[in-house]
């Protein structure tokens, strides 16, 4: 079942996470606590569980790859804590706690998520050092995380949501910066896993497909829950022009378009994911359908 996959590749991610700053380092101490407090912070863990089950897709080892599921999902929580600060969302919660800043004061913040990103391309070099991976491999890998993690990456894609916050008019423009701000590292989650077990270049192109596909979606899917999550709190339909405030798919063409539209990125991304010749294709088809059909 996948359900029992997702809860054990948890724990086996969480556990990593919570031993990757070593104890015998010396860390201001407000540092230390204010990194494992996002990082700890229970995410769903996607990120780091594509990592995995990419790595197991091609033959590889969930535990060579575990460094670098960690790493990724320390860039996702750097993104999370620089995106809640006043000076982009101002959010004071996030997945049920308080946000980082509230915790710890704006500027520890900053410092915890500039030591998160950093430490992501420390946690990555460990691949090779401690479980042998060719160097060659983990190049690659660095290479591509400051692509995809980067200014033409999830950074760019950031930058272009903040620069259109008032006037996105074009489908292709939202498509754009989802597919930057959220496509771009579940693209790089998947081929970074696929980089572990020694992927070709056809299998790495078939999981960047399906990557771009199955994040498209995901985002779809994300703002089709925060709709009706605002529809439950109402007790009411969310009326068109109190939807308006937030540029999202379901703006442009409709709940039930968008959830169409779910299902068929969904499809395609599996369809891409069949072409790649992997020998254990079964847990990222699986995972693509779960992700279609969360509710949270
Ligand atoms: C500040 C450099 C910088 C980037 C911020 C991640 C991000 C970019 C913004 C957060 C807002 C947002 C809606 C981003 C789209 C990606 C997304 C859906 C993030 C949430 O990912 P989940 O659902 O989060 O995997 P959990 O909490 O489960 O880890």
Redesign the pocket.
Known sequence: MIGEYITSNTEIVESALTQSLPPAWQIPLPLRESMNYSLMAG??R?RPILVLAAAESLGGTKEAALPVACAIEMV?TY??I??DLPA?DNDDYR?GKLTNHKVYGEAMAILAGDALLTHAFYSISQAHKVHGIPAERVLAITEELSAYAGARG??GG?AADMLGEQGITKLEELEYIHSH??SDLIVFSLRAGAHIAGASHAQLQALSQFGHAIGLA??IQ?DILDIIGDEAKLGKPVKSDEKQQKVTYPYFIGMEASEKKVRELTSQGKEALLQANLVHPERLLQLADYLMKRDH
């Open positions: 995410g769903k996607l996702h993104s999370l620089h995106d982009m997945r999830m950074v950031q701000k959220t995901f985002q994300d």
